[in-house]
T-cell receptor, first 113, second 116 residues
Framework: KAGVTQTPRYLIKTRGQQVTLSCSPI?????VSWYQQTPGQGLQFLFE???????NKGNFPGRFSGRQFSNSRSEMNVSTLELGDSALYLC????????????FGPGTRLTVL | AQSVTQLGSHVSVSEGALVLLRCNYS??????LFWYVQYPNQGLQLLLK??????LVKGINGFEAEFKKSETSFHLTKPSAHMSDAAEYFC??????????????FGKGTLLTVNP
């Protein structure tokens, strides 16, 4: 079974621009979570979607948003990029809800100049 | 609120030596605990997880971890380190307390170096 895929793998943007990252979960998985990884803050939870509904959200500004499609694929969007948004963005999928194990993709490395 | 503390941001061992990576958690309800490994330029790979069954959990690549409720610890061990174990290791917690059951809270990570 194919793992979690994320596109693109690398992205360079400038301040003020917006960006959209994509995540395709493992086949049959209905939950998708997003995490931001930076050297200073470590791994931080952004949000989680299940059946196209956001069920939980971390402490990030409204510039960070996401959505999930009927096929469970998910996108996250960051508007008005800031230098501090440079990070590795990781997507994880799990079968359903609750405490199912989360399986991570390789991440998208975003650099904001 | 749940939290995870990993003692030691960097651990260095010799090949063949015991690996011990420390993790302490805080949770108001019985937790689920995880260890993930991250190799350079890659995502996180699940090593093992504790879900309130056996307190000694065996994972992949010869790693195991023991849940000790009295010490709120979930330390990761491997009897004999291999060069390929060099990576960053993350301990994470999740529980069923309101609003947190769909997310993992991670520790800051421990970078493991294995010397020949």
């Amino acid at each position: 079974k194919a793992g979690v895929t994320q596109t693109p793998r690398y992205l360079i943007k400038t301040r003020g621009q917006q960006v959209t990252l994509s995540c395709s979960p493992i086949s049959g998985h209905r939950s998708v979570s997003w995490y931001q990884q930076t050297p200073g803050q470590g791994l931080q939870f952004l949000f989680e979607y299940f059946s196209e509904t956001q069920r939980n959200k971390g402490n990030f500004p409204g510039r960070f948003s996401g959505r999930q499609f009927s096929n469970s694929r998910s996108e996250m969007n960051v508007s008005t990029l800031e230098l501090g948004d440079s990070a590795l963005y990781l997507c994880a999928s799990s079968l359903a809800q609750g405490l199912d194990t989360q399986y991570f993709g390789p991440g998208t490395r975003l650099t904001v100049l | 609120a749940q939290s995870v503390t990993q003692l030691g941001s960097h651990v260095s061992v010799s090949e063949g030596a015991l690996v011990l990576l420390r993790c302490n958690y805080s949770s108001s309800v019985p937790p689920y605990l995880f260890w993930y490994v991250q190799y350079p330029n890659q995502g996180l790979q699940l090593l093992l997880k504790y879900t309130s069954a056996a307190t000694l959990v065996k994972g992949i690549n010869g790693f195991e971890a023991e849940f000790k409720k009295s010490e709120t610890s979930f330390h990761l061990t491997k009897p004999s380190a291999h060069m390929s174990d060099a990576a960053e290791y993350f301990c994470a917690v999740s529980d069923l307390s309101g609003g947190s059951n769909y997310k993992l809270t991670f520790g800051k990570g421990t970078l493991l170096t294995v010397n020949p």
